[in-house]
């Protein structure tokens, strides 16, 4: 330490390393401010390092607050002279003055402190190492039924790879195409009731989707129509004509807007609250579109048809005179694609399944359209659906095992394989709380699934305490 005085201020310090030798200072070098870390009846009974806070500080830079400037001068000018006049005094008066000097905190190594050092406790606390406390149990792996819940007879069920015959509302109600007939299972009380049965010239019913609300659901039927009913009453609202020449086999919700896939390519947005109800069109496919979803934003539209092609729209382009106005046409697959599934937990991935040629699931980017993985599955992807509670995704396939597949996202690792079927598994519903899947196959049987997990319990509500004299009027 070397200091320079001008009366009794100091006017500059300089900081270096000290080795005291028994005849003054020793050698002094510069400290170094660097360091390195770094007769069958339907629907009946028959799963960086960061950066230390501590190396981030400049060691040229002392505490100030923690410094004793006085007891430092007194070290440098008189703490030599001190230290020669000790030699010559008695055992007992070098003793005494030690005990002294501890005493009033004097017996000191440093002249300047860095930081302060907190101090010591009075008290012994036990210490306890974070090592030491024992971890956290690991999350217990689920377990997933191998066989089907629950098995209702499906009889009529058409074997088309194309339509859409199944699909859950969120009134928990679930419906099902059977050849003419609409069936509906209510699975609150297990109860199977009939909505509609069409005639042979309109016939069979070639899709059913259900609305948002839980309430109102669409049919799509082989004479080009579509059907509107309310399901509560039994009554149809709507029929909904002009918007495609052959059968509609999709279907697709967005709020008010319900958009048709039909054999002959075309792809309508109809309002089924106004008169005109074709409201825009998307063109862009050759051969019949078999696959339609929204995305949960309700901006994007994916469709997938039997020309191998998948397409991502975006809804405001949508237009009743343009003649292409597609986002991405993605020409990957290598037959048709009719699994569609958009990522609930990123809204810009869609999980899309390739027909018996083709056999993969990719993964896409669809703000970009980049390929994100493909998986080869072996065998033809029917449907796809996502888990609303784990990164999983379920696939449903036809020959030769004609099972359902449960993968984790993203390393597409193989959870388990659900067999039960006997012909391949065309449609699959997933329920309003996201635990049971349904599966209806060309076997002719509607299966359930308890595939991701049981239904969360819901909290009781704390009850309401009324506060005193709540009815009495109050003067503010």
């Not at 002959?264 to 998307?282: K, M, Q, Y």
């Amino acid at each position: 330490m070397r200091l320079r005085r001008e009366g009794e201020r100091i006017l500059e310090w300089r900081l270096f390393l000290w080795s005291p030798t028994d005849s003054g200072f020793g050698n002094l070098s510069p400290v170094n401010s660097r360091s390195s870390h770094w007769p069958r009846f339907p629907l009946q009974e028959a799963p960086t390092g960061r950066r230390r806070y501590r190396d981030s500080m400049d060691r040229f830079i002392p505490n100030r607050s923690a410094m004793d400037f006085d007891y430092a001068h007194y070290m440098v000018t008189m703490g030599r002279t001190a230290k020669e006049n000790m030699e010559g005094k008695s055992p007992g008066k070098v003793a005494y003055q030690k005990r002294l000097a501890e005493a009033l905190n004097m017996n000191r190594t440093r002249v300047l402190a860095f930081r302060n050092k907190p101090p010591i406790s009075s008290t012994s606390i036990p210490h306890e190492p974070l090592l030491d406390r024992p971890p956290k149990p690991p999350k217990p792996q689920r377990s997933i039924p191998q066989t089907a819940e629950r098995t209702l007879d499906a009889p009529d069920l058409v074997d088309d790879y194309y339509l859409n015959l199944l699909d859950w509302g969120s009134s928990n109600v679930l419906s099902i195409a059977l050849g003419n007939t609409v069936y509906l299972w209510d699975a609150s009380n297990r109860s199977t009731s009939e909505l509609v049965t069409v005639d042979d010239d309109c016939g069979p019913v070639t899709s059913v989707s259900w609305s948002s609300d839980g309430r109102h659901i669409a049919m799509g039927l082989n004479n080009s129509e579509v059907q509107l009913w309310d399901y509560t009453t039994n009554r149809l609202l709507r029929t909904l004509n002009g918007g495609h020449t052959r059968r509609v086999g999709s279907l697709a919700w967005n709020s008010h807007i319900l958009t048709t896939g039909g054999r002959d390519g075309r792809i309508v947005n109809n309002d089924v609250r106004v008169r005109s109800h074709i409201v825009g069109t998307f063109r862009g496919h050759s051969h019949e579109v078999c696959g339609l979803k929204w995305s949960a934003c309700g901006q994007q539209l994916a469709s997938g048809g039997n020309d191998n092609t998948l397409y991502i729209w975006d809804r405001s382009l949508a237009s009743l005179n343009a003649p292409s106005q597609w986002l991405h046409r993605l020409e990957d697959h290598a037959s048709a694609v009719k699994a569609l599934a958009w990522c609930p937990f990123q809204g810009n991935l869609l999980a899309s399944g390739g027909g018996m040629e083709d056999n993969c699931i990719k993964f896409w980017n669809t703000d970009t359209g980049s390929c994100l993985n493909s998986i080869d599955t072996g065998s033809q992807v029917c449907a796809l659906l996502w888990s609303n509670k784990e990164r999983e995704l379920l696939s449903s396939h036809g020959f030769t095992q004609n099972q359902l597949t449960l993968w984790k996202y993203p390393s597409m690792v193989k959870m388990a394989d659900l067999n039960g079927h006997t012909s391949r598994v065309l449609f699959m519903a997933q329920s309003p709380d996201g635990c049971t899947v349904a599966s209806a196959a060309a076997d002719e049987t509607l299966r359930f699934w308890n595939v991701f997990g049981a239904p969360e319990v819901a909290k009781p509500s704390p009850k309401y305490k009324p506060e005193p004299f709540a009815n009495v009027y109050r003067i503010r």
